[in-house]
């Protein structure tokens, strides 16, 4: 199982699942996903996992902020 397996499927959970899900692009340090309904999206419970450093909503994307935390 990879470093972040249980993360990204908890993350998935979090996001209202794959059915809450339109499209999802990636880069380096952000998950950006356009989500059918975006209040199905449990952002208390995202920000609390370990490998997500915080999130935010932008031009209709919502933004996870991720990597390793310090401390």
Request: aromatic letters at 6%; hydrophobic letters at 40%.
């Amino acid at each position: 199982m990879g470093k972040y397996q249980e993360d990204a499927t908890e993350l998935l959970k979090l996001v209202g699942g794959r059915d809450n899900i339109v499209a999802v692009t990636h880069c380096m340090t952000r998950m950006r996903f356009a989500l059918a309904d975006p209040a199905k999206a449990d952002v208390p419970a995202i920000e609390a996992l370990k490998s997500v450093k915080g999130s935010f909503t932008q031009a209709g994307q919502f933004q996870v902020i991720h990597g390793q935390r310090c401390g």
